[in-house]
């Protein structure tokens, strides 16, 4: 019931914002970049945000740029870029000593599934099967060894880890029998069921996750702090859009992404379902971020999570919309 009252309460600030049209079109409007990648579902809140014109009363216009994660970090601190939609590369490049901050996670658990050989039944029988992975820093593994440990699988003894390559590629090794089983991306953990193998779990049941959300430099912080709220309040406009408007967001989805209907209708109910409420993330979902990219520079200092996120702006939007 909160939630739906906080839904509507943005859908009718939205609808008051329109009313207002003919001033917003007199006022100066920002072009903002934002960095993202084409590939999965993780930028829908500020795809469909655009697509439906809901920037433009609060005087912004995304231009959205595909680009990789790892360049998107290097042109935000460069300010050729003002956001980024990476987060969980954010977080990586914060752990760094970047000057970057997470502002926002509106994807706060993981758009992966472990999908397996269809013989494999659970994942307490992956024991003595041979896992495919990207390769042994890629975050994707990373969550395929929490998921085993927390089904009691010791991934560094009871599994063998084969490091394959990207998904297209994980894939195929699954389909012919190079490994047992792999992690999938939603959508296409959701092809992969069509072809006759078995998803195990989805992970956004089960696990916390940073994935979805705001990047920016910390310069950006100190300059604009009004622009990164209007940031911000724009995608929970998005969210609020998608979540009210399910036929609308799934033809979206048919037509960006190029899917089918029963498999967009799918990946947009397992989207949803690992969406941040608040826009937040948890301090434990964050610290584990740390760690885990900790690990991967084999570095023993400790990081607090003020060096990786403020979350003070989302809150005061999130406080703000409620209480309309």
Request: glycine share 8%.
């Amino acid at each position: 019931m909160k939630s739906h009252r906080f839904l509507l309460g943005i859908l009718i600030a939205f609808a008051i914002a329109f009313v207002q049209a003919s001033a917003a079109a007199t006022r100066d409007v920002e072009r903002v970049r934002v960095g993202y990648s084409v590939g999965g579902l993780i930028p829908f809140p500020v795809v469909v945000a655009r697509e439906n014109n809901l920037f433009e009363p609060l005087g912004l216009e995304i231009e959205l740029i595909n680009i990789p994660p790892t360049l998107a970090v290097t042109a935000l601190v460069s300010g050729d870029l003002q956001y980024v939609i990476f987060a969980g590369t954010t977080l990586n490049a914060a752990v760094r000593g970047l000057p970057v901050k997470l502002v926002m996670v509106y994807n706060d658990r993981p758009l992966f599934s472990l999908m397996s050989r269809p013989e494999i039944r659970s994942v307490k029988e992956m024991k003595g099967k041979v896992l495919g992975i990207a390769s042994l820093t890629s975050g994707e593994s990373f969550l395929s060894r929490r998921l085993l440990k927390e089904a009691g699988v010791d991934p560094e003894r009871e599994v063998t880890l084969r490091s394959i390559g990207n998904t297209p590629d994980r894939l195929v090794a699954l389909r012919t029998g190079v490994v047992d089983a792999t992690t999938l991306t939603v959508p296409v953990d959701i092809q992969a069921e069509k072809l006759g193998l078995r998803r195990l779990a989805f992970m956004g049941e089960i696990l916390e996750s940073i994935n979805g959300g705001l990047g920016v430099s910390e310069r950006w912080i100190q300059q604009r702090p009004d622009q990164i709220r209007k940031m911000i309040t724009g995608v929970f406009r998005g969210m609020a859009y998608a979540r009210t408007h399910r036929p609308e967001s799934i033809a979206l989805v048919m037509s960006k992404w190029k899917m089918e209907r029963d498999v967009a209708e799918k990946a947009f109910d397992l989207m949803l379902s690992t969406w941040s409420e608040n826009g937040t993330a948890s301090d434990q979902a964050v610290q584990v971020g740390i760690e885990e990219s900790l690990k991967v520079s084999s570095s023993k200092h400790s990081v607090p999570v003020s060096r990786v996120a403020d979350f003070s702006f989302v809150r005061d939007v999130y406080r703000e919309l409620k209480a309309k």
